[in-house]
């Protein structure tokens, strides 16, 4: 498993969301800067904290023309059932074998038993710009990943 590096281009992917419609990577590329967050699994107490983190930041994303994904090994209805019950407004993709997983190099915790939770920001032109892994401090994947989203703003504007 290849860790990527800030500065990699992110990998393509295609994977189904918790509405069975079809996501990939590459339809933001241009557009949006996409906040990718692999998660170990929904209706666990971090992975709540941590939806309902994205969740209520969401606002924020969506202002410094960022889009949130969220990515885990559940199927589509479990992620189904956890974007109604959290009132989550953003897409949760299915990635049941973990290939999206392993090509990202998000490794596991624990002797590998949870799977790990990691964010990656990447940029318009697909380009990642921001890396982040830990189990436990939950707040700051979606703390820093708001703070990378306002100064790759900040860079447009600036520009």
């Known amino acids: 498993?290849?860790?990527l590096q800030l500065g990699d281009p992110a990998p393509d992917f295609?994977?189904?969301?918790?509405?069975?419609?079809?996501?990939?990577l590459s339809d933001y590329l241009g557009k949006k800067n996409v906040v990718v967050y692999f998660y170990p699994k929904d209706e666990t107490p971090g992975c709540?904290?941590?939806?309902?983190?994205?969740r209520d930041s969401y606002e924020d994303f969506l202002n410094?023309?960022?889009e949130v994904i969220g990515i885990s090994g559940d199927s589509v209805d479990s992620h189904n059932l956890f974007s109604l019950s959290r009132r989550l407004?953003?897409?949760?993709?299915s990635d049941p074998k973990n290939k999206v997983r392993k090509t990202y190099g998000v490794s596991g915790s624990l002797f590998g038993l949870i799977p790990g939770r990691e964010t990656f920001v990447i940029d318009k032109k697909?380009?990642?710009r921001y890396h982040f892994s830990s189990q436990s401090q939950i707040g700051m994947h979606i703390?820093?990943?708001l703070d990378i989203?306002?100064?790759?703003a900040e860079e447009v504007q600036e520009g």
Do not use: H, P, W
């Open 1 to 3: 498993m290849t860790k």
């Open 14 to 24: 295609e994977l189904m969301n918790q509405k069975s419609e079809t996501v990939r």
């Open 48 to 54: 709540v904290k941590e939806a309902c983190g994205f």
């Open 64 to 66: 410094y023309d960022a």
């Open 89 to 93: 407004n953003f897409q949760l993709l």
């Open 126 to 128: 697909g380009i990642i």
């Open 143 to 145: 703390s820093e990943a």
């Open 149 to 152: 989203v306002r100064q790759l």
